[in-house]
């Protein structure tokens, strides 16, 4: 549902999705080779014409900020705000610490069996919670309702999302593990926790035995040690470290240990690991990985009961045959479920009209199809692939690294070694993107 604008007329509420943000990020990224350093909150609002609070709410995804602050921050980086790049989360109070969901909008569905299961890991050291599954299914939405629940808690909570790396701190073991190291001390002491680390990095990173062995100590010594209470660290986008697969080899050793240490050390059975994930991550070692540990969450699609109940909350009239022709469509899909709900909600739009043009440039889909094609355009090899998978109802074989690209971004599902097409509606408007592109 829509916010009603508030007595100055501005709209409030709005916060980026997963993809949104990595949208930004990637224009950052780019601003920052054209100046040639990091662009910072200040020099970010400068340049947008808005409040550098505006900046950081947008940024960290904590706290909704103004939909035109939104849009001022792309226009100004030269970027265009679709739809699916942000959404409206009304607060469930007036209080600044208000639940990332609430359940006084429509938009809202508790999933009460996997909020439970991950409730229930982060009060236990050395149980890491993973959260796998494709884009738009809703990682990050998860991750802060785990977070926003830990904060509840009364535990430090601190969020990092590995969109925010950059090439060359990839490049290299030492330098990602000390600009790992660095966010984390940075974000404690926003939060307040006295830190007191030392001036020089030398004092507490000593090569001599290694980085992973430096980043492990500083943590114990000057992290973990300052502090009384538990700490539960997000990470997003975790397979992003895979850029370099020798680096993100090493530090999934690391967090593996940490979990170890987690039921033994005390200083260690302070700490909580939340992981998201798109795609699946090789595990060539069993030991030298948190990918076999803890909670692990694959699925987050809708069953059809969430369905129901979700069409309830939009005031819809119950009609299990529509729902059924809905799902038929785009499966259980978050996104492409809620998308269709709220647009029947608000706009009186008939299945039947949304269905015949789902899948054109009229359809209710059309920046979020367009954005996976978008995506395929750059990759040449995956949409050839892709084509190969809309041409047949059968499952077929896909080389490795295609298979897993496919499947991180919604469009398949794999079955064994072998995919077949996510959901009707992507086979509908890739066929006829194929169709266009050879006539």
Known sequence: MSPQPDKTGRKRGYILTEEGLKKLNLALKE????IGKKPSNEYIAEKADIGKEA??????????????????????????????????????????????????????LERTSIESRCYAAIEKPGIPIRIQAPWYMGKTVLMNKILFRAKQQGYWVVSLSFGLVDKEQLS??????????????????????????????EDYWDNTFGSKHSCKKYWEKHLLAKINKPLVLGLDDVDRIYQNPEIAQEFFDLLRD?????????????????LAYSRRIPNPDIFRSPFNLGESIKSLEFEP???EKLAQQYGLVRNNEQLEQLMAMVGGHPYLVQTALKEISCQNTKLDELFKKAHTTEGIYHDHLKNMNDRLQQHPQLKDAMKKVVQTTEPILLEWEQMLNLESMGLVKVEG???????????????????????
């Open 258 to 274: 940490w979990c170890e240490e987690g039921k033994r050390s005390p200083n260690w059975k302070k700490l909580r690991l939340v």
């Open 417 to 439: 070694n072998q995919v077949t097409i996510r959901y009707p509606l992507y086979r509908k408007y890739f066929q006829n993107v194929s169709k266009l592109t050879n006539d």
């Open 172 to 201: 290299e073991l030492d330098q990602f593990l000390r600009w790992f190291a660095a966010c984390i001390g940075d974000k404690l002491k926003e939060l307040g926790v006295q830190l007191e680390l030392p001036n020089k990095p």
């Open 305 to 307: 009961e969430e369905v």
């Open 55 to 108: 900046i950081s709410k947008i940024r960290n995804q904590k706290k909704p900020a103004d939909e035109s602050s939104i849009k001022a921050l792309f226009l100004a980086f030269g970027l265009t705000l679709e739809e699916d790049d942000y959404g409206y989360l009304p607060p469930s109070s007036p209080s600044s610490d208000s639940s990332p969901s609430s359940d006084s909008s429509p938009d809202y």
């Open 31 to 34: 601003e920052k080779e054209k």
